[in-house]
C-alpha cells in the first residue's frame, strides 16, 4: 500500500515546485514527511497529504487504488476546503489523530523552510501561523482509568477547564472542531466514552456509569470545578453530570440537544423521515433489513450516509459535509447504545424538569433552528440560567454549517465563567473595568443571549433568542463591557436619538456579579460617555419583570414617562436629565 501511495504521489505532483530557496520538486516536501514515520499508514497519509488539495485526484481514486478507510479519511481531514478559515481546518484536523500526527509533521517542515527564507512581512505572518497551529495541534492523548473501563482521551489548550463528550452513545468523539474555537481560553479534554471508539471496558452501560466516569475524569486531571458540555447524547449526559455534581460544575453547553421527554424523539424521527425522498425511505428500510441479517460495512455506510443527511438544514449542506468524510470515525457500538440509551428513556420517563428547574448553574443551549428535534429549548426554558442560542440555518450539528455563530457563543460564555485573575483592578481591589466592545464580541453574543433569555423566562414565554442592532456600534454609539477581577460580569450600551437626547440599552449584569454595584457603575459610565456626546438627557425603556432594574433607574434618578419609540417588548419608558 505505501508503495501505491508512493507512486500515486509522484505522478500526481509531477512538475510542482516546493518554494525552499532554491526551488525543488515537491514530492521531497512529501517524502521529509514521509520519514518522520516509521508505521506504514501514517507514512502513507504523510505522502498523499496534499495529493486532494493540489491535484485533480479524488477520494474515490484513493479508494480504487487500495486505500483503506483510516488512510482515506485522513487525507480528507487534511484537505483544506476552498473558503474553510485555517483555524477551523487545524480545528478539523486535530479531530483525527492520524491526520494531526502528519499535519504537525508536514508543518514542522514548512516552519523549517520558511526560516530558510528571507524576512519578509508574508513570511513572518506564516511562521506566527503555523507556530500557532503547530501549539493547537499538540494536545495531549492519554489512556486514563477508570473504574472498570480505559478511556481514550485528547487534551488540548489552557484557560477555564471544559469538557466534551461526543454523541451517541456508543460512538467516538468528532467535536475536536469545537475545542479549536476555544483552546485559546479554555483547557478543553475530548474523550471516547466507556465501550466505544479507542476506549475499553465493561459495563454497567448505563447513565450512572457514563456520569461517574465525568466525575472520575475532573478528578484526574484535578479541576475543582468545570464546564461540562456535549453534543446530541452527550448533551443529556452534560446535563446528567451537573444534576448529579453542580457543586463541581462551573456551567453546561447543551449543544444540539435532545429534549428531555423521550416521546419527542418519535416526532424527530418523523421529522428526519420527512427529509428524505420516498425511495430514499424505501432504501433506509431495506438496509436496515439487510444490516439486521448479517454485518455489512458497505450497507452500513449507505445506511448511516442516508440518516445523518437528515441532521443538517440544507441538503447541499449534507452533502458538503459528508464527502469530508463519516460523523464518526468510529462504528457505533450498538450493544452499548441499547444499553445506554434504555436507561436514558427511563430516566427521562421518570421527569426530570423539577431537577432542572432548580439547577444553580449557568446552561448554553446551542441549537440549530433546523434540527430535526428542537426540543431543547425546554431545556433553555426550565434551567433558571439558561440561555437559548438558537443557530440559523444550521440543523443537528450546527458547528459544521455555522462555526462562527457556535464560535462565538461558545467563546462568550466559556470567559463570562473564567476564574478571575489575582491582582486585577488598581491593587488588586476588584474595581470594576469598563472596555469598548463590538457586536461581533463573542461575550456580547453571550451577554445579550443571556438578557433576552432571563426576560422571557421571567415572562413565562418560550425562549426567542435576539441580536445586537448594529447602530450600537461607533459613530452611532458605544458598547460597554464591565469587567472585575479581570472577568466580564455586565454590558450596556448607549447611542443618540437625535435633539441632544441619548438612549441606554441593553444592561446587563451576569446573576452571579448582581448586588455589587456592577450595575450602577455601568449605567453611571454610559451616562458620561452620553454627556460627552453633547446629550442633556438620557432615556431607556425596561420590562416591568426586571424589578431590580428598575428599582436601580429609580435610585439613579429616571423618572417614568410615556412610551417614546414603540418598542413592544418593552413595558416602561424612563428619562433622565443629564443638566449638572
Partial sequence: MLGRAIGMACEAHRGQVYPTPQGEPYVLHLFRVMLAFEDAAARSVAVLHDILEDTPTTARDLVEAGMSPEIVDAVVALTRDPGETYASYIARVAANGLARRVKMADIADNLANNRRLPVTPEVSARVARYEAALDRLGGAEE???????????????????????????????????????????????????????????????????????????????????????????????????????????????????????????????????????????????????????????????????????????????ADGALERGPLYEYPRADAVARSVEDDWRRRLDGGIEDQLAALPVPVLVLHGEADPDPGAREVGRIAPRGVWAPIAGAGHSPWLEDPAAVGRYLRGFVLSLAAPESGSG???????????????????????????????????????????????????????????????????????????????????????????????????????????????????????????????????????????????????????????
Fill in 143 to 317: 489512556a486514563v482509568a477508570v473504574p472498570g473501563a480505559s478511556l481514550w482521551t485528547w487534551s488540548v489548550g489552557a484557560g477555564t477547564p471544559l469538557v466534551l463528550a461526543h454523541g451517541g452513545p456508543g460512538l467516538s468523539n468528532n467535536l475536536g472542531p469545537i475545542a479549536g474555537m476555544v483552546d485559546d481560553v479554555a483547557a478543553v479534554h475530548l474523550y471516547d466514552q466507556r465501550g466505544g471508539g479507542r476506549s475499553a471496558g465493561g459495563g454497567p452501560f448505563d447513565v450512572e456509569t457514563f456520569v461517574a466516569d465525568l466525575e472520575a475524569l475532573r478528578r484526574h486531571w484535578g479541576h475543582e470545578r468545570w464546564i461540562v458540555g456535549g453534543h446530541s447524547w452527550g448533551a443529556a449526559l452534560a446535563l446528567f453530570y451537573a444534576l448529579a455534581h453542580p457543586e463541581r460544575t462551573l456551567g453546561v453547553v447543551y449543544l444540539g440537544g435532545t429534549s428531555i421527554r423521550w416521546e419527542a424523539r418519535e416526532r424527530a424521527h418523523a421529522e428526519r423521515m420527512r427529509r428524505l425522498t420516498a425511495a430514499e425511505r424505501e432504501e433506509l428500510d431495506t438496509l436496515a433489513l439487510r444490516l439486521a441479517r448479517r454485518e455489512d460495512d458497505e450497507a452500513r455506510a449507505r445506511f448511516l450516509r442516508l440518516l445523518w443527511t437528515t441532521d443538517f438544514a440544507t441538503r447541499a449542506a
Fill in 426 to 580: 488598581p491593587e488588586g481591589s476588584g474595581a470594576i473595568e469598563f472596555r469598548d466592545a463590538r457586536t461581533s464580541d463573542p461575550v456580547l453574543t453571550f451577554f445579550d443571549a443571556a438578557l433576552s433569555a432571563e426576560v422571557d423566562r421571567r415572562r413565562g414565554h418560550a425562549p426567542t433568542g435576539t441580536s445586537l442592532p448594529a447602530d450600537l456600534e461607533p459613530p452611532d454609539g458605544a458598547i460597554l463591557v464591565a469587567h472585575r477581577h479581570g472577568r466580564p460580569v455586565g454590558m450596556g450600551a448607549v447611542r443618540g436619538l437625535g435633539g441632544a437626547i441619548a438612549e441606554v440599552k441593553r444592561m446587563y449584569v451576569s446573576p452571579d456579579a448582581r448586588g455589587e454595584g456592577v450595575g450602577g457603575a455601568l449605567l453611571g459610565r454610559l451616562e458620561m460617555l452620553a454627556r460627552e456626546r453633547g446629550c442633556r438627557s438620557v432615556r431607556l425603556d425596561t420590562a416591568d419583570v426586571l424589578a431590580e432594574a428598575i428599582a436601580l433607574y429609580r435610585a439613579r434618578g429616571y423618572a417614568e414617562v410615556p412610551d417614546y419609540n414603540g418598542n413592544d417588548a418593552a413595558d416602561r419608558w424612563f428619562e433622565k436629565s443629564l443638566a449638572g
